[in-house]
């Protein structure tokens, strides 16, 4: 495509007409696998207090019943189902993660809702997700610090533009209001840092589902907006940059040839909590298994992650499930007390049994400067060290990817059981489900077949 240095114009002419490479059927299909994590998480999720309290609030917006919630028999118009289905997806942390945050989880309910609105099918739901995806590369990859040591939650700020990007598609907007949409977006980008262990926190991305719609729908009634939104001294990126040192004027030449999504990929949780800890919780349990090791065996734990991951794992004595999900000193007392970090254990009564609390006193922290290059909030790697009451030491070594990552990716088996499992466990908390969860992920896992998006959820 044609490029130019002016970038809020290269991400519209991108975003206006969409190319692929020749690699369209490869980004798709990982497209897919973001469609599958975030409706599984979207249903786990659905009945958490964040998502209730969501659903009361907007109880009053029936009409029009433009878009179904995932998890209820309940149509609202679509950037509110958006806003309540992507709170769902992030309410658990156990959505799937890229690109210093969350972007199925954003993407998704957001492609679905607009979607179903105007009956897309399954090709244009995925061809709109992988736009949405390669727009929010674009960006992120332009800003040398991270963004989580300024304070600001990638999912928030970069998934409002990236929604916007994706249902521009959707609407098949041209240029001009493409442009618009984009910069919109840009102005109703948000979401701290300081609200994670939150209601708040999932919210962004709800937030981030909702604003992008309103965007493209502001937009093509002729809302204008700035043509230099995102590159401009007192713009997006310079106003969202650590230290004001983004790359604004560059030409956004990848856009359109080999898509980013075939380098950087999903990455599926395994783990219900911030993602900053997985590869410290897999160190861990693979070194308590292989030692049969119990509370009493341990002197202290040191785990040695990157300055992001250690601002955003913020919570070093958490009181309560929510909490929990981001302190590294309860992934630890898990994997040591349950061999496990998973649903069942993110309670707050779990949190508060002595024998965790008494665990946190014991994880340390070191920090590991050497950035990741495909993860930017990320270290190179992580290491557990285990120190024992005996003096010995036993260590992880350098941990490159937790299973489920990209570069270590789950197969359709861990997919399929990942789904499964959260549906069920939807369904044990009185979620109603007129059809299998086997049935579900059939429909979702063959999403590029699917004639039409009302379909999914269908009765």
């Given at each position: 495509?044609?490029?130019?240095?002016?970038?809020?114009?290269?991400?519209?002419?991108?975003?206006?007409?969409?190319?692929?490479?020749?690699?369209?059927?490869?980004?798709?299909?990982?497209?897919?696998?973001?469609?599958?994590?975030?409706?599984?998480?979207?249903?786990?999720?659905?009945?958490?207090?964040?998502?209730?309290?969501?659903?009361?609030?907007?109880?009053?917006?029936?009409?029009?019943?433009?878009?179904?919630?995932?998890?209820?028999?309940?149509?609202?118009?679509?950037?509110?189902?958006?806003?309540?289905?992507?709170?769902?997806?992030?309410?658990?942390?156990?959505?799937?993660?890229?690109?210093?945050?969350?972007?199925?989880?954003?993407?998704?309910?957001?492609?679905?809702?607009?979607?179903?609105?105007?009956?897309?099918?399954?090709?244009?739901?995925?061809?709109?997700?992988?736009?949405?995806?390669?727009?929010?590369?674009?960006?992120?990859?332009?800003?040398?610090?991270?963004?989580?040591?300024?304070?600001?939650?990638?999912?928030?700020v970069l998934g409002t533009v990236a929604?916007?990007?994706?249902?521009?598609?959707?609407?098949?907007?041209?240029?001009?209001?493409?442009?618009?949409?984009?910069?919109?977006?840009?102005?109703?980008?948000?979401?701290?840092?300081?609200?994670?262990?939150?209601?708040?926190?999932?919210?962004?991305?709800?937030?981030?589902?909702?604003?992008?719609?309103?965007?493209?729908?502001?937009?093509?009634?002729?809302?204008?907006?700035?043509?230099?939104?995102?590159?401009?001294?007192?713009?997006?990126?310079?106003?969202?940059?650590?230290?004001?040192?983004?790359?604004?004027?560059?030409?956004?030449?990848?856009?359109?040839?080999?898509?980013?999504?075939?380098?950087?990929?999903?990455s599926i949780k395994r783990y219900p909590?911030?993602?900053?800890?997985?590869?410290?919780?897999?160190?861990?349990?693979?070194?308590?298994?292989a030692h049969n090791l119990t509370p009493?065996?341990?002197?202290?734990?040191?785990?040695?992650?990157?300055?992001?991951?250690?601002?955003?794992?913020?919570?070093?004595?958490?009181?309560?499930?929510?909490?929990?999900?981001?302190?590294?000193?309860?992934?630890?007392?898990?994997?040591?007390?349950?061999?496990?970090?998973?649903?069942?254990?993110?309670?707050?009564?779990?949190?508060?049994?002595?024998?965790?609390?008494?665990?946190?006193?014991?994880?340390?922290?070191?920090?590991?400067?050497?950035?990741?290059?495909?993860?930017?909030?990320?270290?190179?790697?992580?290491?557990?060290?285990?120190?024992?009451?005996?003096?010995?030491?036993?260590?992880?070594?350098?941990?490159?990817?937790?299973?489920?990552?990209?570069?270590?990716?789950?197969?359709?088996?861990?997919?399929?059981?990942?789904?499964?499992?959260?549906?069920?466990?939807?369904?044990?908390?009185?979620?109603?489900?007129?059809?299998?969860?086997?049935?579900?992920?059939?429909?979702?896992?063959?999403?590029?077949?699917?004639?039409?998006?009302?379909?999914?959820?269908?009765?």
């Amino acid at each position: 495509m044609t490029t130019t240095n002016h970038l809020t114009k290269s991400l519209a002419q991108y975003v206006a007409k969409p190319t692929f490479g020749s690699a369209q059927a490869q980004a798709m299909a990982i497209a897919n696998l973001g469609f599958i994590d975030t409706i599984g998480t979207m249903m786990a999720g659905s009945k958490e207090p964040v998502v209730q309290l969501l659903m009361a609030h907007y109880e009053q917006y029936q009409t029009p019943q433009e878009a179904p919630l995932g998890f209820a028999n309940v149509f609202k118009p679509a950037p509110i189902a958006a806003c309540i289905n992507a709170t769902a997806g992030h309410a658990l942390d156990y959505d799937d993660v890229a690109m210093s945050g969350h972007p199925s989880t954003v993407l998704v309910p957001a492609i679905l809702a607009e979607g179903h609105y105007l009956n897309a099918s399954g090709e244009q739901a995925l061809q709109a997700y992988v736009v949405g995806y390669e727009v929010w590369s674009e960006l992120v990859y332009r800003e040398p610090g991270k963004y989580h040591l300024k304070g600001w939650h990638p999912t928030g700020v970069l998934g409002t533009v990236a929604v916007a990007a994706a249902v521009s598609v959707l609407h098949q907007l041209n240029e001009e209001q493409a442009s618009n949409a984009l910069a919109i977006a840009a102005s109703m980008a948000s979401g701290l840092v300081a609200n994670f262990g939150s209601m708040t926190k999932p919210l962004h991305a709800g937030r981030a589902a909702a604003n992008g719609i309103e965007a493209v729908r502001l937009a093509k009634i002729g809302i204008t907006a700035s043509p230099d939104a995102f590159e401009h001294p007192a713009g997006y990126l310079n106003a969202l940059s650590v230290k004001q040192d983004a790359d604004r004027l560059s030409a956004a030449d990848r856009l359109g040839q080999q898509p980013r999504i075939l380098e950087t990929g999903l990455s599926i949780k395994r783990y219900p909590i911030c993602y900053s800890c997985h590869r410290a919780v897999d160190g861990m349990l693979d070194l308590v298994a292989a030692h049969n090791l119990t509370p009493s065996d341990i002197d202290h734990i040191t785990c040695t992650i990157g300055p992001a991951q250690a601002s955003m794992l913020r919570n070093h004595r958490p009181q309560t499930g929510l909490e929990a999900k981001f302190s590294i000193e309860f992934a630890m007392a898990s994997a040591v007390l349950k061999r496990d970090v998973g649903l069942r254990q993110l309670t707050d009564e779990f949190v508060l049994q002595p024998d965790v609390q008494a665990l946190f006193e014991k994880v340390s922290v070191q920090i590991n400067e050497e950035p990741c290059p495909l993860e930017p909030s990320s270290a190179l790697t992580d290491r557990v060290v285990v120190t024992l009451m005996d003096g010995r030491s036993l260590d992880s070594g350098p941990i490159r990817f937790p299973l489920g990552n990209a570069g270590k990716p789950l197969d359709e088996a861990g997919m399929r059981a990942k789904f499964i499992d959260c549906l069920e466990s939807a369904k044990a908390l009185g979620v109603d489900m007129p059809f299998t969860a086997q049935t579900l992920y059939s429909r979702v896992s063959r999403l590029e077949s699917i004639r039409s998006l009302k379909s999914i959820f269908e009765r």
